[in-house]
Nanobody, 124 residues
Framework: QVQLVESGGGSVESGGSLTLSCKVM????????MNWYRQGPSLARQVVAS???????NYRDSVKGRFTISKDSAKNTLYLHMKNLNPEDTDTYYC??????????????????WGQGTQVTVSS
């Protein structure tokens, strides 16, 4: 069983910074690409930043230069460092990971796992 456990959300004033963390817990798995999404009430999830298994990163235009996605493969942990936050960044943020189970005949594909979500609130 694999779980993604998020932490690090909170409330900050405009211009402030936050770092989100997402730890992948479980055993006998490998991780492919990892992503951070955001979702507002009654809206679809939108990708914010992505990092491939080789470390290639991509960002939504609205966060370029302000957000940095990184990972610590030894700790199976994904991060989103957010600076110069503004009220438009307010949302629930979700981490996502592609997980596969090498050598497992019962789970031979690639599976999407999600964190529980963490709220980021930025006040003006």
């Amino acid at each position: 069983q694999v779980q993604l456990v998020e932490s690090g959300g909170g409330s900050v004033e405009s211009g402030g910074s936050l770092t989100l963390s997402c730890k992948v817990m479980g055993s006998l798995f490998n991780i492919g690409s990892m992503n951070w999404y955001r979702q507002g009430p009654s809206l679809a999830r939108q990708v914010v930043a992505s990092i491939s298994n080789t470390g290639t990163t991509n960002y939504r235009d609205s966060v370029k230069g302000r957000f940095t996605i990184s990972k610590d493969s030894a700790k199976n942990t994904l991060y989103l460092h957010m600076k110069n936050l503004n009220p438009e960044d307010t949302d629930t943020y979700y981490c996502n990971a592609e997980i596969f189970f090498p050598g497992n005949p019962y789970y031979s594909g690639t599976y999407d796992y999600w964190g529980q979500g963490t709220q980021v609130t930025v006040s003006s």
